[in-house]
């Protein structure tokens, strides 16, 4: 089973350019989970889809954040125009609620994004 | 009022000795989920334990275990016989809700580095 993919890896660009970050859950699981470290900082919740629904996105930021899941599967995370503040470690997860409750949320790799 | 406190910023420990990485939690929900993930330096998320709030028993995974203590709102972890490759952060983390609303929140980690 492949697990949660995240692309790209790294991305490196410049204050006020626009950046689009892709996430690609665990086949079936219908959480996805978009969270950011910024620098010496905690993980901090962006937001919540379930299937294509936000469920909760109360720790987007701004409005500069857009993030959609087209059709239920992945998601993306577009920053427009993109800040020196936004520069972070941002990671997606997924997971698939259990019917005794017990859910993992499992974790891509993260995407490194740098603004200069 | 944090909902997941790690008081730990960093943590020694000698090779092959046994270390506790506290985390304590906050919430009024009676169903939730709690979890301990490990990052290396390398970046990725690393799940490592999962115990639920009904769970009687203290989970365990090889030299992972948690010890649960649903009073105090505890659920720190144990790992034993500590490794080189053991030296990461730590964070804890809580899923609350149910249904289809869930929420994960992360403490600020614990930075955890073993000693030859």
């Known amino acids: 089973e492949a697990g949660v993919t995240q692309f790209p890896s790294h991305s490196v660009i410049e204050k006020g350019q626009t950046v689009t970050l892709r996430c690609d859950p665990i086949?079936?699981?219908?959480?996805l989970y978009w969270y950011r470290r910024v620098m010496g900082k905690e993980i901090k919740f962006l937001l919540h889809f379930v299937k294509e629904s936000k469920q909760d996105e109360s720790g987007m930021p701004n409005n500069r954040f857009l993030a959609e899941r087209t059709g239920g599967t992945y998601s993306t995370l577009k920053v427009q125009p993109a800040e020196l503040e936004d520069s972070g470690v941002y990671f997606c997860?997924?997971?698939?609620?259990?019917?005794?409750?017990?859910?993992?949320?499992?974790f891509g790799q993260g995407t490194r994004l740098t603004v200069v | 009022a944090q909902k997941i406190t790690q008081t730990q910023p960093g943590m020694f420990v000698q090779e092959k000795e046994a270390v506790t990485l506290d985390c304590t939690y906050d919430t009024s929900d009676q169903s939730y989920g709690l979890f301990w993930y490990k990052q290396p330096s390398s970046g990725e998320m690393i799940f490592l334990i999962y115990q639920g709030s009904y769970d009687e028993q203290n989970a365990t995974e090889g030299r992972y275990s948690l010890n649960f203590q649903k009073a105090r709102k505890s659920a720190n972890l144990v790992i034993s016989a500590s490794q080189l490759g053991d030296s990461a952060m730590y964070f804890c983390?809580?899923?609350?809700?149910?249904?289809?609303?869930?929420?994960?929140?992360f403490g600020t980690g614990t930075k955890l580095q073993v000693i030859p």
């Open positions: 997860a997924s997971s698939r609620e259990r019917l005794a409750g017990h859910t993992e949320a499992f």
């Open positions: 983390a809580m899923r609350e809700g149910s249904g289809g609303y869930q929420k994960v929140t």
């Open positions: 086949s079936g699981h219908d959480n």
